[in-house]
């Protein structure tokens, strides 16, 4: 009876190992359709698909909170910064730039440079 028992329970978590090794784990960051824009935008450089990319970048940013670590993926605060600094919209570059430093500390050296030289070109202007 009790072998009966115990290789019930066995092949009760046998299954529940094989169905939990099937499952799909969740993406670590929300990118949404940033790479597809992205590529749009690379291969063809115009008005439209630097809009569309600014938009999906705006968007995998606000859902942030619906991804499993709760950040913004790597780089994209920093490429938006680009894309608005482009634009003329020097302040919201930098608070891009400075969110990409804040969040991921490792890109410090590369944000400070990128600051920097924004600040010194906006003293410049004023």
């Known amino acids: ?3 009966r028992i115990r290789r019930e329970i066995l092949l009760l978590l046998a299954v529940a ?3 939990s090794g099937c499952a799909q784990p969740k993406s670590l960051y929300n990118y949404n359709d940033y790479s597809e824009r992205y ?6 450089v ?3 698909t630097t809009l569309e990319l600014q938009q999906s970048i705006e968007k995998a940013i606000e859902e942030v909170g619906k991804s499993r670590s709760g950040r913004v993926p790597p780089g994209m605060y920093a490429n938006l910064g680009y894309m608005y600094l482009k634009a003329g919209r020097s302040k919201e570059a930098l608070e891009c730039f400075k969110n990409e430093k804040s969040i991921y500390p490792e890109s410090t050296h590369f944000m ?3 600051i920097k030289k924004v600040e010194l070109e906006e003293g410049v202007k004023k």
Do not use: A, G, P, Q
């Open 1 to 3: 009876m009790h072998i």
């Open 17 to 19: 190992l094989f169905v």
């Open 39 to 44: 590529y749009k935008n690379k291969k063809d």
């Open 46 to 48: 115009n008005e439209t």
């Open 112 to 114: 400070d440079r990128i």
